[in-house]
Nanobody, 113 residues
């Protein structure tokens, strides 16, 4: 069993930055792909980014060049650095171990002036 706990969400002005963290329990963190999804009000949950166990990354076109995913296997933590934030980035952000179907509880990110 794996538990994922997100932190770091909040309110930020357009153009600002936030860093989300996701701490995992259990011993399997290092061998699985981790990812971030988001869900805006009235919209379906969508993939933001993933990072494989070997460090390979994948990003949605909407966040390329602005968001950066990273992982620290020793700390069993995955991070999402979000820069140049836009109002359309407003959503609940979920950490996930997608191939194992583990999800965090989500953290709210609101981009507004």
């Amino acid at each position: 069993q794996v538990q994922l706990v997100e932190s770091g969400g909040g309110l930020v002005q357009p153009g600002g930055s936030l860093r989300l963290s996701c701490a995992a329990s259990g011993s399997i963190f290092r061998i699985y792909t981790m990812g971030w999804y988001r869900q805006a009000p009235g919209k379906q949950r969508e993939l933001v980014t993933t990072i494989a166990s070997n460090g390979n990354t994948n990003y949605a076109d909407s966040v390329k060049g602005r968001f950066t995913i990273s992982r620290d296997n020793a700390k069993k933590t995955v991070y999402l650095q979000m820069d140049s934030l836009k109002p359309e980035d407003t959503a609940v952000y979920y950490c996930t171990m997608p191939t194992q179907n583990y999800w965090g509880q989500g953290t709210q990110v609101t981009v507004s002036s």
